[in-house]
């Protein structure tokens, strides 16, 4: 997760408070002159927190060095935009840091079009719509068409799923566009008034804190946690009990919660003889009960893969390829060890 906003509303001073790590502050703008990393611990589990430079104004076009600072933001798995509560009033810093990352192509607390869209080297433009178009005027096919010119593409596939706008056509046409989750962090409420302070927590995407304080910190940790898509997947072998100690941390922004990622996240190979997995836990209505694949876990699930036996194995149709590639990376690892082996001769 990535701390960005304007200098001197708290970053570095939110840093040292959730982690260990020892960011310097200060009265004074910028203090902050390079990315400094902590680890966050939310549920037992480390997650790492980036406290960037303070950005500005035109920061999407260079000013303040913002670009670099703004693209450390694209990797990030959720970007938390820290505020000062006592002068959002005057300043709307919030709408100013929305605007720069959506100038610099970060979607804010929004999923991607319902949009299909692929080039063909023939055929003219081909759209369809499977629900009624309210934004794209009286003729959606003209409107498509002309954008679609716009950026001299002339034969291509078009579906639209659901209700978009022009801005999302072209943010797929575009394809680089980055979709983040986004919490808003209104610190030093300890300066404002209850019913300020009402006003500013009922608003979306919201959580109001005070570091000095330590005020609403825990809420905060909790909101983080949500806001990830974060579970906690415990492992189990055969004939043992589960281990508690180290979860397998999945994450729905990225590989999914499925048993399928839970087992690529374990073990490639383990994946690649899977049968079928023993699942204990709130998402299964039965204990144990056999799951697929494609089973959707939940917090504090346990879950128990169970290969393929060598029987299943054999009759796979991708058998023969793998003990092929098998049996080539034996030879390759003696044809490099007999190599080095001739290099200290020699």
Not at 282 to 303: W, Y
């Amino acid at each position: 997760m990535a701390l960005i906003g304007f200098p001197s509303v708290g970053k570095s001073s939110l840093l040292n408070a959730v982690t260990d790590t020892n960011s310097e502050t200060a009265s004074y703008e910028f203090t902050t002159l390079t990315c400094i990393p902590g680890n966050v611990v939310i549920n037992g589990t480390k997650i790492q927190m980036l406290d960037l430079p303070g950005i500005i104004e035109g920061a999407a076009s260079g000013k303040g060095r913002g670009r670099e600072v703004i693209a450390v933001a694209r990797s990030a798995d959720l970007v938390m935009m820290v505020l000062d509560a006592a002068r959002e009033s005057n300043n709307q810093h919030r709408d100013i840091l929305t605007r720069e990352l959506e100038t610099m192509g970060i979607r804010l607390n929004r999923n991607k079009p319902g949009i299909a869209f692929s080039k063909k080297g023939h055929g003219g433009i081909k759209f369809n719509a499977m629900c009624p178009l309210t934004h794209l005027g009286d003729n959606p096919n003209d409107t498509v068409t002309r954008v679609l010119g716009g950026y001299r593409i002339h034969h291509a596939e078009v579906l639209f799923r659901e209700d978009c706008t022009i801005d999302d056509l072209i943010d797929v046409i575009e394809g680089n566009r980055k979709y983040v989750k986004c919490l808003y962090v209104y610190n030093k409420i300890d300066t404002l008034s209850i019913e300020e302070v009402d006003e500013l927590a009922r608003k979306k995407d919201s959580v109001v804190i005070s570091v000095h304080s330590e005020l609403n910190l825990d809420y905060l940790l909790n909101m983080m946690w949500d806001y990830m898509g974060l579970i906690r997947i415990y492992t189990k072998r055969r004939g043992k009990g589960p281990d508690l100690e180290d979860p397998v941390v999945l994450s729905s922004e990225r590989h999914g919660l499925t048993v399928e990622a839970s087992t690529r996240n374990i073990s490639k190979e383990l994946q690649a003889v899977f049968n079928f997995a023993l699942v204990w836990g709130r998402s299964t209505k039965f204990n144990p009960q056999r799951c697929g694949a494609a089973h959707i876990l939940m917090d504090e699930d346990v879950i128990q893969i169970v290969p393929k036996t060598l029987v299943q194995q054999k009759l796979s149709k991708d058998y023969a390829a793998k003990v092929q590639a098998h049996y080539s990376q034996i030879a390759k690892d003696r044809k490099k060890k007999r190599d080095k082996k001739e290099g200290w001769k020699a």
